[in-house]
């Protein structure tokens, strides 16, 4: 079992940066995939970043390449998500989900997922 918090959400004007933490517990952190997703009112969840375990492989969602960085820190057993040149449509409810070894841009293919942190973007 994986326990998956969330924090570093709020409200940013276009152009800003924001960036998220996720913060696990109760199993080896190293030995999990973890991803970010995201979900807009209305909309479906849509991939954002996955980093594999050892932090070597990183995938991103079309739209979010060049802007968004993710990054883990085994030894703080967290995942953040750096979030640059933020716009309107980035506005949505992002969660961290957790997977064994590889990421995998599915959200169906993720075990433990954490409760999520809102994001405003304000144009």
């Known amino acids: 079992q994986v326990q998956l918090v969330e924090s570093g959400g709020g409200l940013v004007q276009a152009g800003g940066s924001l960036r998220l933490s996720c913060a696990a517990s109760?199993?080896?952190?190293?030995?999990?995939?973890m991803g970010w997703f995201r979900q807009a009112p209305g909309k479906e969840r849509e991939f954002v970043a996955g980093?594999?375990?050892?932090?070597?492989?990183?995938i991103y969602g079309d739209s979010m390449k060049g802007r968004f960085t993710i990054s883990r820190d085994n030894a703080k057993n967290t995942v953040y998500l750096q979030m640059n040149s933020l716009k309107s449509e980035d506005t949505a409810v992002y969660c961290c989900a957790a997977r064994y070894r590889y990421a995998r841009f599915s959200p169906a293919e993720y075990d433990y997922w954490g409760q999520g942190t809102q994001v405003t973007v304000s144009s």
């Open positions: 980093i594999g375990w050892t932090g070597d492989t990183k």
């Open positions: 109760g199993s080896t952190f190293s030995n999990y995939a």
